[in-house]
């Protein structure tokens, strides 16, 4: 495998611009070469400039608005709604994080639901924003079938993400972001495109057997969901919050309303903020510090977070898939 080194600058002037090129405003360009970027960045390759050729899929298709305004209501004091009108969903998180985040600091806890977006980014970036205001933050997202749930060879849930971030202020915010299968889609095509296996237990081939090779999982087979019944408990409950909650679509519906033309397809997400200064109360920062001490102080544990954080400090340029990236340019 060839690379090409890119510095953050670079990959985020390629994303914009491409975006820009085929059909984004202004305001839609800039929210998903930041979020690509970013993920460059810390090192979340299958989220990065790997995602962008499904961006431009979906916006030459006419199934996602480059140019949609999101719309923001205030149910109640602590419910936020925003109306993503057919936009990627890094615009209409920016429109609603902020208000999400000074609902929850007044009243100690608001949920913002967003609907008529297309994800198909990270989700730690919407936890950590708020972490980094001292919100504990939640979010999840639905997208279209790929695992089975426990105990079946046939997939009806998404990938079904879900990202949970722990203020720390003065310090960098604990943070987990993972798929509740057993390996997300992304990783899954990224180890077929580069040759590699994925662990046993990954996924099953199309005829149901268990298998190792990443391109029969991604070609006709099948996810499975991590720890079993666990796991495949957790992916239902992403399900009902990013879908039953949100009244969005939930993975088996988006795909049958799908174009499929290789982008996201519509859905919704769900975030959740909690203020531990209301909740808890004073002193609550030095109580979950010593928590957090005491396990990292256990030999062989490292904090979820770390090592995307770790990248993050790093503001060198980045190694890129050099076909990936002609693939990418060849999209202006």
């Known amino acids: ?69 999101p719309k923001l209501t205030h149910r109640t004091a602590s419910v936020i709604h925003v109306e993503g009108g057919g936009c990627f969903a890094p615009l209409a998180q920016a429109v609603g994080l902020p208000a999400l985040a000074q609902a929850a600091s007044e009243t100690g806890a608001a949920a913002l639901s967003l609907t008529g977006i297309h994800h198909f980014a990270a989700l730690w970036p919407e936890t950590e924003y708020l972490a980094d205001r001292g919100l504990v933050g939640i979010a999840c997202t639905a997208y279209m079938p790929a695992v089975a749930p426990a105990g079946s060879q046939e997939k009806l849930f998404g990938t079904n993400p879900i990202s949970f971030a722990w203020p720390r202020p003065g310090a960098t915010p604990l943070c987990y972001d993972m798929a509740t299968a057993a390996m997300a889609m992304g990783d899954v095509q990224i180890a077929a495109r580069d040759g590699k296996e994925v662990p046993p237990g990954t996924g099953l081939d199309a ?16 996810l499975l ?5 666990k796991g495949s408990a957790i992916a239902l409950m992403v399900e009902l919050l990013a879908a039953g909650l949100t009244g969005e679509r939930f993975s088996f519906e988006a795909a049958e309303a799908d174009n499929k033309d290789g982008g ?7 975030v959740i903020a909690l203020s531990p200064s209301v909740i808890a109360g004073d ?9 957090i001490d ?14 995307r954080h770790k990248n993050r400090l790093d503001q060198g340029p980045r190694t890129i898939n050099s076909t990936l990236l002609e693939t990418v340019r060849d999209l202006l």
């Open 1 to 69: 495998m060839t690379t090409t080194n890119l510095t953050l600058d670079e990959i985020h002037a390629l994303t914009r611009d491409v975006m820009l090129a085929n059909g984004c405003d202004a305001a839609n360009a800039e929210a998903l070469a930041d979020i690509v970027m970013r993920a460059e960045r810390d090192g979340s390759h299958s989220h990065g400039l790997f995602r962008v050729p499904g961006y431009v899929k979906a916006l030459r298709s006419g199934k996602v608005d480059g140019k949609a305004q």
């Open 294 to 307: 005491r396990l990292r102080g256990l030999d062989g544990v490292r904090l979820p977070g770390e090592r």
């Open 225 to 229: 969901p991590f720890g079993g019944y």
């Open 264 to 270: 996201p397809p519509r859905g919704g997400e769900m």
């Open 207 to 222: 005829d149901g057997h268990p298998t190792t090779d990443p391109a029969k999982i991604a070609g006709g087979g099948v």
């Open 283 to 291: 002193g609550w920062e030095a109580h979950a510090d010593g928590f």
